[in-house]
């Protein structure tokens, strides 16, 4: 099942989104974007990896974030929600 990776700079310019044929893919490279955003610093195994009735997880931080939403997705895209910095 194909698998979205959003990830971005909250309020700035730079939002992306990747589109991978699983979910095992998906979850290996949004920890490699956390850990790139957050200095080695990685989430648990398996923290990205989705389970049946999960449509989404998400991990974010004061000025970025990264998600993993199955595909095809009925809650729309998480960069609306995620993109905006929290004063």
Known sequence: MKHIIEFGNKGGTFVDNIIVPNGKLAAQIANSLVAVFENDWRPADG?????????????????????????????????????????
Do not use: D, H, I, Q
């Open 47 to 87: 923290f990205f990896t989705l389970k049946k009735n999960e449509p989404r997880k998400s991990w974010e931080s004061p000025s970025k974030y990264v998600s993993v939403s199955k595909l095809p997705n009925s809650l729309g895209a998480a960069t609306a929600s995620l993109w905006y910095k929290k004063n």
